[in-house]
């Protein structure tokens, strides 16, 4: 994989503050990451000089949800396309979330985990390329990231990832990659400042490494919801996220961005396979209806980074 070397993003004055809330997976990255953390398991083996691991096969925490969730659709999924409808279905995933997260749990997949463990995983996913963040995030980052953010903005993560290290573990891996050296201390003290919100995995700098528990009770749009922040005049809530997950945030911000890498001719179609069975109509981010429509579409993040760009 050709690494590019970038230099150390240089920080703008925003003539609005802003708030700027990304979504990890299918978002800040180009793919889920959830099979990527179910590597981590290897990585304590591995460090402990044993067999592979008897822990269950991560495809039989899958099924089970994937059942659960069937199930489950088939008794609640609405039959119209009302907002509020969907939004009291989305809300009422948080049961089956909460069960797969129980399986995981008391099976001791993770126990004995460590960050460095998790780190592992996330140098070698960087490496590989498997874990990829989109076009155009480290020019949004470079906007508030730096030894000068822009004051009274902020950058920050929401996610229902099982892990917050694993995010920002991934963060850094690829800053290493992209970030001119020089530069480059200065940009992960910064970094390290940015706020991430997700779940964990319990006790991962324990000395024993992990309970094998997951922590935490972001799990659907509605938990996602109650974390966004309060609305204000004297900040500008910028959300960005791509899946039905993230349907309330978009919803709420204004504007709220909905990534779709896919030709514009197919937007409404896709909009209609994520956001099933709601009607969704989402304007190309930067037309200007601001104010009138307050959910657009990017296929990239360098779209939000212009967007950002032109309130400068």
Known sequence: MTTPIIPTPKPK???????????????LTRSDTLSVLARIPEARDKRLGKPRS???????????????YSKHKQAHYPSTADPEAYSQWLASLKAVEQASAKRISDSAFFKGCTTADVDNVAKTAIETGEVRL?????????????????AGSKLSILSVNFSETFIRRCLHRVSE???????????????????????EIEGLDDPDGSSGRLAGSLQ???????????ATNAQKVIYVGDSATDYECIRRAKPGVWICDC??????????????????????????????????WARDLE???KYVGALL
């Open 220 to 230: 659907t749009a509605a938990d996602k919801l109650e974390n966004f922040p309060p």
């Open 303 to 305: 779209a939000v980074s």
């Open 54 to 68: 008897s822990s269950p096969d991560w495809s039989e925490f899958t099924k089970a949800y994937l059942d659960d």
């Open 13 to 27: 004055k925003l003539a609005q503050p802003i708030h700027l809330i990304l979504d990890w997976d299918g978002t």
């Open 263 to 296: 030709p514009q001719n197919r937007v409404v179609e896709r909009a209609k396979e994520t956001f099933k069975p709601l009607d969704c109509t989402m304007l190309p981010l930067g037309e200007g209806k601001e104010g009138i429509v307050d959910s657009f």
């Open 134 to 150: 989109r076009k155009g995030a480290f020019g949004l980052f470079g906007l508030f990231v730096g030894p000068e953010p822009p």
């Open 177 to 199: 990659r992209l970030v001119d050296p020089a530069g480059l201390p200065v940009f992960l003290e910064a970094l390290s400042r940015v706020e991430i919100r997700a779940n």
